[in-house]
Structures are given as structure tokens and as C-alpha cells.
């Protein structure tokens, strides 16, 4: 059971960090980015990078949750 609130934790952390990058990309750019959006722009493309990146992780996280169950 432990392990269970680890993950739900984590996904929880995530998504505080996923969430504080769309505010950051509404907050600069006016909308939610895209790949297509990075055009050589390194800020953008890093932000970009990183929502993908937690992303990534949350389904790996909720993959784990679900084999749990």
C-alpha cells in the first residue's frame, strides 16, 4: 500500500509541475505550445521539452498504479 501512495504522490507532483508550465507558457507566449511552436526560440523549446518529459513520466507512473491494481 505504500508503494501505492509513493506513485499517487509523485503523479500528484507532476502534475503541480506540468500545470505551472502551462501557466508559464499562457503567462509569456498567450497559449499552450506545441512542437511546432519552438522555432528555434530555445525558452520555448525547453519548456516544450519538459511538459513532454513529465508527461512521459506521469503515464509511466499511472502504468505502474494500474498494474498495481
Not at 509513493?6 to 500528484?12: A, H, K, N, R
Not at 499562457?26 to 519548456?47: H, N, P, Q, T, V
Not at 513532454?52 to 509511466?60: C, V
Request: hydrophobic letters at 35%.
Amino acid at each position: 500500500m505504500d508503494n501505492v501512495e509513493v506513485l499517487q504522490d509523485e503523479i500528484s507532483s507532476i502534475e503541480v509541475q506540468m500545470d505551472d508550465i502551462v501557466n508559464t507558457m499562457i503567462e509569456k507566449y498567450g497559449r499552450f505550445l506545441s512542437l511546432r511552436d519552438s522555432d528555434r526560440d530555445y525558452y520555448k523549446a525547453s519548456l516544450i521539452s519538459n511538459y513532454a518529459s513529465l508527461e512521459r513520466r506521469k503515464e509511466q507512473l499511472i502504468g505502474q498504479l494500474n498494474r498495481i491494481y
